[in-house]
């Protein structure tokens, strides 16, 4: 038998053609030569031959022939199958075929003449692609001094040919891969994208193909990516990122799984671009290791930064929720109570200082509110919620909001409005009513003297519809006309220089101008420096009716005599007779009046307050059946109450009403008293909110409408009054402890007798997506506290049965007038706290006496939440605390709350455990200093007979708790102990153990104990 003389590794043969080029870049015939030229050294045989099948596998195509005694490349003539029956049949079993004498009869002998007589030996490794034979890679061994007979093909020389022709596997799918791509180089290049082959050569990759994309991508050309030999693909990725990508593809490639990632590179120009990829293996080496990947890249540069900035408005919208929360809840007390106070008999001193509470409070509310719209508006949550209303009471709200604004100015309001437009309109109210406040206010704000002018006309657009024109005039500062294309973006306020000191967030506008074209409409401006401007704003509307906005009843006989000297009054009251269509005549001058008057033709007189005393004698002593009606400046207080009265501006509809005989005003001085649309006294409404401070307020603010309003403290407690009692309309606090308002809402919506009440959602967390989240679960409606009037007119208008609203209004009974503050309590702000009740000191001593059993109850809630590790209702309970202390004027210990509620968010029990023994105690304090208080109202309770047993229960644990210093324990008893401080016997006994323990006395404490408990035996 002959042996084989090797003349290499064949390891190193196969690495050496594994990196050759031509394997992937299309060459395939240079590809085939160089396999055959390598295969030939590496057997050290004769000839290598490689073929490929075509024409339906007739014939053999040959790419490549070398032959190793000439030196020679060449390329044969066509192999016919068809004549070489039992060749082509074993080349069909697509098995490696090993003929060591190809002479003997029994070895393919039709075949012996093809080859001729030297040839004594064949190893034929079959070329399979895309699972079908493609070709076949011939070795030839002629007979020679090696080789007298035959040469015997060893195992191992046996798997180099049939790697060898795995090696032309390659060539051939490159060749016809690249042939496709060829086809399709157009389309890819037209992708916004870059497409690529890259050959995976660790610990990089080398480029073979890429797109014309990728110039715009990475900055560099075709050119540069391919012909650069030393260029890689790890060059461009940014050095941040390749650790983590190189780990990736390690990770792909090795199980053959496709990759999909995104990575950053870095551009020919330094610049870095977020980039997407995806590519997986479309090729093996034969020895199986992935060989060449195909992928593209996208670039998602726009995309990353849309989706930092949507993760930071994200963010910006979770602060502003929990700032809107911890704002508006506080807020609820103020607003509220300072509307109470409003309502009561005070001195003039207490008035002003409750208005300015009021007035501060609807300042920062209305900040609150710019920022949490342009929250809303920058994430594209622009809601148009169209309702129907009366477009009168929209003027009617706009009016008291912007004249207590324009209290302390010079300024002069003007009310123009076309008494013949529509009045039952149907539109998004609440953000018309938005806009023109921020216009109003704006014209106010950057108006030192002189006028501004609110306009009302319309245009009819369709049978149905009107188109709103609004524009509203001052004689302020002006705008510069370079500054004119800047007024309505965010954070902007103009000529800093000059409006140096003027308040605001420089959001209004912008908002203004988003609400406008969400709601179709259109806002522009017109200005002139130093002169003022003028903003105009046209928002089409449905319309319900064309009943006019104001009507005078028989117009002939409603003659008008006016006296006025003030000439924009003058004029306002002359254009508002002419669009009544009522018959007018203006004077300036006391004589004057008093002619026109003397001839007995003017059903009515209007005359400026100011300038009555100038016609007073002369007007009585006319006597006649002319009706005065005397025109009061806002906030001037006229003394003739028993005319009629009407405080400017003057407009339509209040003219209307005095003409048509059905007008009514209060005589309220301030103007400031809200007035309510209805009264309600045959409806039952409930309120359910867990901190009694917001039942207080809740429960004020609906007096005016002579409802039967009951409360609860908590949804339990909700469920059984449904239970026993029929209720219209039941408003539900959100956030309470044990079963929050979602869940309440649920299991009265599952009991017969109340599925169909309407419930309103209460809630501090007026953010963006707040009313869907509500809608969503169940509720009907919401409410945002703090409680606007305006709004809860309406939700009471729109929920009451309408059955049950009567339109009479009967004022409410003064109140009697308000204590000075003549006392103090350690641990209290006691003025921050009057502040907070509004002012009214009274309020405050009652809700002091409110807050103090809230407390106790509090107390043993959060210890018992502690022990049972419920760090959700301790927070809950801590929450509430840190409202209701923040209420009272208790600012550390609401600080101290704050901490606490912060910590179990965070589910910081360590903290919790550490702080609470000391937080306790001094809440203990607190509560006992306000106990001492004899001025606080409600401390006339009974005292209680003495349960002994149950004293006792209560001592004898406590007494061992304080002897081994166990906080919880001592705490929780302790809270348990609260309640017989009132009892006979007992009470100053009981008393004194807990001043001890809140002191830290607990050797002092056992010893009041033990002098306590013979006395119980």
Same mark, same amino acid.
């Given at each position: ?15 050496? +053609? ?150 032309? $596997? ?70 941040? =990122? ?10 792909? @490639? ?54 930092? $900035? ?54 920062? +509310? ?51 409005? =076309? ?17 023109? &406040?921020?216009? +109003? ?53 103009? =000529? ?17 101008r988003h609400f406008v074209h969400a709601m179709g409409g259109e806002i522009d401006v017109a200005s002139t420096y130093g002169q003022g401007s003028t903003f105009t704003v046209r928002i089409p509307q449905k319309v319900v009716s064309f009943d006019r906005l104001a009507c005078v009843e028989h117009p002939p006989e409603k003659r008008v005599l006016t006296f006025e ?54 007007f009585t002593s006319l006597g006649g059946s002319t009706q005065l009606v005397l025109i009061e400046e806002f906030g001037e207080a006229v003394a003739y109450r028993d005319y009629t009265v009407l405080r400017t501006p003057v407009y339509a509809v209040p003219v209307a009403n005095i003409l048509n005989g059905s007008f009514s005003a209060s005589n309220d001085p301030s103007g400031l008293a809200f007035s309510v649309k209805f009264t309600a006294p045959s409806a039952r409404v409930l309120v359910v909110d867990d ?104 939700? @009471? ?14 004022? $409410? ?29 009274? +309020? ?82 607190? @509560?006992?200093?306000? $106990? ?36 919880? &324990? ?48």
């Amino acid at each position: 038998m002959a042996v084989r003389k090797s003349t290499a590794n064949f390891d190193e043969v196969l690495a050496k +053609l594994t990196k050759m080029p031509e394997l992937s870049n299309g060459a395939l015939s240079e590809a085939a030569h160089v396999i055959a030229h390598e295969g030939c050294t590496a057997l050290n045989t004769h000839r290598v031959g490689i073929w490929t099948i075509f024409e339906d596998a007739k014939f053999l195509k040959s790419l490549a022939y070398f032959d190793s005694e000439t030196g020679e490349h060449s390329v044969q003539d066509n192999f016919d199958l068809l004549t070489r029956k039992q060749y082509a049949d074993l080349l069909r079993s697509e098995r490696l075929i090993v003929i060591n004498d190809i002479r003997e009869s029994n070895a393919l002998s039709d075949v012996v003449d093809g080859y001729g007589p030297k040839i004594c030996s064949l190893l034929d490794a079959p070329i399979r692609t895309g699972g079908k034979l493609s070709g076949v890679v011939c070795i030839e061994q002629d007979r020679c001094e090696d080789y007298p007979q035959r040469r015997i093909w060893t195992r191992e020389e046996q798997n180099f040919a049939s790697s060898l022709a795995d090696l032309m $596997a390659l060539a051939l799918m490159g060749t016809e891969r690249r042939y496709l791509m060829k086809q399709s180089e157009t389309l890819m290049n037209n992708l916004p994208g870059m497409v690529y082959q890259c050959l995976n050569d660790p610990p990089d990759f080398s480029f073979i193909f890429v797109s014309d994309g990728c110039l715009a991508l990475t900055g560099y050309t075709r050119d540069e990516l391919l012909g650069n030999s030393t260029f890689k693909f790890f060059d461009m990725v940014h050095p941040d =990122d390749v650790a983590t990508l190189a780990k990736q593809n390690a990770e792909t @490639l090795s199980v053959g799984l496709p990759l999909e990632t995104t990575f950053r590179v870095v551009m020919k120009d330094g610049s870095i671009k977020w980039i997407w990829e995806r590519s997986h293996i479309v090729e093996y080496t034969p020895d199986g290791r992935p060989y060449m990947l195909e992928g593209f890249y996208a670039d998602i540069t726009s995309q990353r930064r849309l989706e930092a $900035a949507e993760a930071e408005s994200r963010s910006k919208s979770n602060f502003l929720a929990r700032m809107s929360h911890e704002i508006r809840t506080p807020m609820n007390a103020i607003i509220g109570m300072a509307e109470l106070a409003l309502r009561e008999d005070m001195s003039d001193a207490a008035r002003e200082h409750t208005l300015a509470i009021k007035h501060a409070g609807a300042n920062l +509310l209305t900040i609150i509110n710019d920022i949490l719209d342009l929250s809303k508006v920058e994430r594209g949550q622009i809601e148009v919620i169209s309702e129907e209303y009366l477009f009168s009471s929209l003027v009617n709200d706009l009016i008291e909001i912007i004249r207590m604004r324009m209290f302390e100015s010079r300024l002069r309001l003007i009310i123009n409005i =076309d008494s013949h437009m529509p009045n039952k309109l149907v539109g998004d109210v609440v953000k018309i009513r938005q806009v023109l &406040t921020n216009l +109003l206010s704006n014209a106010v704000k950057y108006t030192d003297k002189g006028h501004v002018i609110f306009s009302v006309d319309w245009e009819k657009t369709a049978p149905d519809e009107a188109m709103l024109v609004i524009s509203v005039s001052d004689t302020g500062r002006g705008i510069k006309e370079q500054d004119l294309n800047k007024l309505f973006g965010e954070f902007v306020q103009l =000529d800093l220089d000059k409006n140096k000191g003027i308040e605001g967030t420089g959001l209004g506008l912008s908002i203004a101008r988003h609400f406008v074209h969400a709601m179709g409409g259109e806002i522009d401006v017109a200005s002139t420096y130093g002169q003022g401007s003028t903003f105009t704003v046209r928002i089409p509307q449905k319309v319900v009716s064309f009943d006019r906005l104001a009507c005078v009843e028989h117009p002939p006989e409603k003659r008008v005599l006016t006296f006025e000297r003030r000439e924009m009054c003058a004029e306002s009251i002359s254009r508002t007779m002419d669009n009544l269509g009522v018959d007018s005549r203006l004077v300036t001058q006391a004589s004057a009046f008093l002619e026109e008057l003397r001839t007995g033709e003017y059903a009515f007189a209007f005359v400026a307050a100011g300038l009555y005393p100038k016609v007073e004698e002369g007007f009585t002593s006319l006597g006649g059946s002319t009706q005065l009606v005397l025109i009061e400046e806002f906030g001037e207080a006229v003394a003739y109450r028993d005319y009629t009265v009407l405080r400017t501006p003057v407009y339509a509809v209040p003219v209307a009403n005095i003409l048509n005989g059905s007008f009514s005003a209060s005589n309220d001085p301030s103007g400031l008293a809200f007035s309510v649309k209805f009264t309600a006294p045959s409806a039952r409404v409930l309120v359910v909110d867990d901190i009694n401070t917001n039942l207080k307020v809740a429960e004020g603010l609906m007096s005016p409408y002579r409802m039967r309003v009951d409360v609860c403290e908590s949804g339990f407690e909700a469920i059984e009054a449904v239970k026993d009692e029929d209720y219209d309309l039941i408003f539900m606090d959100h956030m309470m402890p044990e079963m929050d308002g979602i869940e309440t809402m649920l299991r009265i919506r599952a009991m017969e007798e109340a599925r169909d009440v309407p419930i309103v959602a209460l809630t501090a967390n007026a953010v963006s997506g707040m009313k869907e989240m509500f809608k969503e679960k169940g509720f009907d409606d919401y409410l945002s506290k703090p409680i606007d009037m305006v709004r809860l007119n309406s939700i @009471l208008a729109k929920w009451l049965p309408r059955e049950k609203q009567k339109s009479e209004i009967k004022s $409410a009974p003064a109140a009697v007038r308000e204590k000075e503050i003549t006392f103090t309590i350690e641990g209290l702000n006691v003025p921050k706290g009057v502040a907070r009740a509004g002012g009214s000191v009274k +309020l405050y001593l009652e809700t002091l006496a409110v807050f103090r059993k809230d407390g106790q109850g509090k107390m043993a809630e959060l210890s018992a939440s502690l022990k049972d590790d419920n760090l959700a209702l301790y927070t809950t309970n801590v929450h509430a605390l840190k409202s209701a202390l923040a209420y009272v004027g208790a600012e550390g210990l609401a600080k101290a709350a704050a901490s606490l509620e912060s910590a179990g968010r965070e589910g910081d029990k360590g903290f919790i455990e550490t702080h609470n023994t000391t937080f306790l105690p001094a809440l203990a304090r607190l @509560l006992d200093n306000i $106990a001492a208080c004899p001025e606080i109202a409600g401390d006339d309770e009974p005292e209680t007979l003495l349960d002994k047993e149950r004293l006792r229960e209560i001592l004898d644990p406590l007494r061992t708790a304080l002897d081994e210093f166990d906080t919880e &324990t001592i705490n929780r008893l302790s809270d348990h102990l609260q309640g017989f401080t009132r009892a006979q016997e007992s009470g100053d006994s009981v008393g004194a153990i807990l001043e001890q323990i809140l002191t830290g006395g607990y050797d002092e404490a056992i010893e009041k104990i033990d002098d306590l408990l013979p006395i119980l035996k």
